[in-house]
């Protein structure tokens, strides 16, 4: 049933097409692991804010405006159903969505007070002329699921219809088939260059890892968390330096000797 007049912020809302748009809304939010809304009629700010979702995650909208007209693009798509059977797992869906879900190299994305502790081990390395090179600090929780139920399909650990819905997670694992679900997520691990199954529970998803390269020249003098010089020479590197190490931990950032470019505030 079309709608008459538009619906959402600063729109028209008669009654009758507030109720399409949130019944339309809701087949979307139900398949995609989101709290339905209310069908009620009434355009409040949380049907705006569905609207708005959609837009940006469905149509990929850079400026959505919460706003549905009668033959709009966003009308269109609702009505047609898109969004309500995510995209199949496979090399295509990781070309096109991967990069929504990003982990960060940023120390500032780190919990406190291993932050802190890690800008000050930083700015002691740094001081002391060493090299460093941050390649991962926090990582999204929802690349970790990607991650860790494309490896379980692929391997036959999980059936993919088993696979939970997660909330900003629109992405079908089930193919219809067994053989093409797993080549599917196979594909994605091949993407995601994953060599060992990924954990849902990593230092790195709750912040408190980060993963740096560390190298330096001759031997240099690394001050410690009670600014005492530490001399610091060969392997130069930070990976296999158990001086380096002993240095680190005094900050609260203790090496995994198992792990070459990783840190934590546990050693895990």
């Not at 203790?254 to 895990?268: N, T």
């Amino acid at each position: 049933m079309p709608i008459g007049a538009s619906v959402g912020k600063n729109g028209v809302n008669d009654l009758a097409d507030v109720l399409v748009v949130q019944h339309l809304l809701n087949d979307w939010l139900g398949a995609t692991g989101q709290k339905p809304l209310p069908t009620s009629g009434e355009c409040g700010t949380r049907t705006i804010a569905a609207i708005t979702a959609y837009q940006a995650q469905v149509l990929d909208a850079a400026r959505p405006d919460g706003l549905i007209g009668p033959g709009g693009r966003t009308w269109l798509a609702l009505a047609a159903g898109q969004g309500t059977r995510p995209p199949l797992a496979g090399a295509e869906w990781w070309n096109a969505n991967q990069a929504r879900y990003p982990n960060s190299a940023a120390v500032a994305d780190l919990v406190q007070p291993f932050r802190d502790n890690v800008a000050a081990f930083l700015k002691a390395l740094k001081d002391a002329g060493a090299s460093v090179t941050i390649s991962a600090t926090r990582r999204n929780a929802l690349r970790a699921q990607l991650m860790h139920y494309s490896w379980r399909v692929a391997k036959g650990l999980v059936a993919p219809n088993k696979v939970p819905v997660l909330p900003g997670l629109d992405i079908r694992w089930d193919h219809g088939d067994l053989a093409r679900s797993k080549a599917g997520a196979q594909a994605m691990c091949d993407l995601f260059q994953i060599a060992f199954e990924p954990s849902l529970t990593s230092r790195h998803i709750e912040g408190r890892a980060i993963d740096m390269t560390i190298g330096w020249n001759g031997t240099i003098k690394v001050r410690d968390k009670q600014g005492k010089p530490r001399e610091i020479a060969a392997p130069r590197s930070g990976d296999t330096n158990r001086d380096l190490h002993r240095v680190g931990a005094t900050y609260g950032v203790i090496k995994l000797v198992s792990d070459p470019p990783h840190w934590s505030d546990d050693g895990r």
